[in-house]
């Protein structure tokens, strides 16, 4: 059997709240194979962000661990956290690009963090820009972009430090159908030119649908199902799974009427 | 009573009260710019929380900020003689003005920094940044316009105690705007040091709020 890439297990996270405490995820457990592109479902209130934050440690899980490449995260000091932070890229729904800076001084920023030279930096955040093609943007500022535009900047940004994993946290969720396409598309030829682990994390059974291998269907913070898309598609067992399937139906069918 | 002497002493007073006022919000800037980053930093919700460092800054700011300044003027009077070696003049008026303007510029800076989204400081931590990166590249970096905003306010607020100081003798335009007007009954002085007194608070404003204008980029067309 392969070995995982990324594992947690028995992760459990609980936020204190002014009417009692919420559970977000309850001892869950998973593993994604590397090259793996998958896929964490569930609708809002799920676990789903914390869990993806738990990754890379944004958030700190109250127990459990978190291997990446067989490396305990938690168990890792505060510099040594940083630097393996570096290739553990993340991209978000709100974008989150500096809003003082132009395209591509965001695009370098993940360099200049690790201390690249100058000239190289730029070189490179170009080459990045033309791969999610905006060249010619390079000098606009964030907010004369579309939604579509941000988020490509977004992702040569996180491609800068040369990640192996990369965690997409409702990464096209403010994005219109088709912008969730294209986005989806370029998310699809990075994973196979450059060989990087995704985890993506979304509520919506399309953006699964169109890339993922591998879907974990989380509810009230734990797992019900998971396994390939194909099967969890074609026979859902879990009543999280089969209602996600009904709303995407329904939407479907709305888009149709 | 437009004689020369007259002249001079005016364009004395507006000269000290620049002075004054320009070297007051500097080391203002000095000690507030580092509290207001560290309130930011160790405020609950902030990158490196720490509620103990937080209630003591907060607790000193609160204090200090509560002190009227004529009051703290005389407070600070052996502190002053200590530092400039007089308690009267323009040179000496700096010391008060700095020890007032720095926690207002800690709060302003504080509030300032806060308005940068949690989800840019999050994006920079997930990409390994250091600290000092997150400071000075995304919270300052982000919050110019506000900060920009935050100086010019800063500017007229010191500018207004430094004319205060006059009633001490604390040189500048509001010493002689006392002096002329208060002790001499001499309206007509008092009126032209008032005039100049508001232009340079707009001169001020104005260059700030250009500044910041220019700076930022957030919704640019």
Known sequence: ?257 | MWDKTMIIMLLEGIRDTFYMTLASTFFGYVIGLPMGIVLTLTDKGGIAPNRTVYRMLDIVINITRSVPFLILLILVMPLTKLIVGKSYGSAATIVPLTLAAAPLIGRMVESSLKEVGQGVIEAAVSMGARTRTIVFKVLIGEARTSLLVGVTIVLGTVLGYSAMAGVVGGGGLGDIAIRYGYYRYDTGVMLVTLVFIVAIVQLMQGAGMFAAKKLDHRNKE
Do not use: W
């Open chain 1, 1 to 257: 059997m392969e070995t995982a890439y990324i594992e947690v297990r028995n992760l459990t996270k609980t936020y204190s709240a002014k009417n009692g405490n919420v559970e977000a995820l309850k001892s869950v457990s998973l593993s994604v194979l590397k090259n793996d592109i998958f896929g964490v479902i569930g609708l809002s209130g799920a676990g789903k962000s914390t869990l993806v934050r738990c990754l890379n440690l944004l958030e700190r899980p109250d127990s459990g661990e978190v291997f990446i490449g067989g490396q305990n995260l938690l168990t890792l000091g505060r510099e040594q956290l940083r630097l393996r932070r570096q290739k553990i890229g993340m991209i978000f729904q709100h974008f989150n690009l500096l809003e003082q800076q132009n395209v591509l001084a965001n695009v370098c920023f993940p360099m200049e963090i690790r201390g690249v030279p100058v000239r190289q930096r730029k070189e490179k955040a170009m080459e990045l820009l033309k791969k999610v093609g905006l060249e010619d943007k390079a000098g606009a500022y964030p907010s004369q972009l579309s939604g579509g535009q941000k988020q490509r900047v977004a992702i040569a940004r996180v491609l800068a430090n040369e990640p192996d994993i990369l965690l997409c946290d409702e990464a096209t969720s403010a994005l219109d159908p088709e912008t969730t396409k294209t986005i989806l598309d370029l998310l699809k030829s990075i994973h196979d030119t450059m060989g990087i682990t995704m985890v993506i994390i979304t509520h919506e059974m399309r953006v699964i649908q169109e890339i993922c291998t591998k879907v974990a269907v989380l509810d009230q913070g734990t797992v019900q199902e998971c396994g390939s898309v194909t099967k969890i598609f074609n026979h859902p067992k879990s009543k999280a799974a089969k209602r996600l399937l009904l709303i995407r139906d329904t939407e479907e069918m709305a888009d149709v009427g």
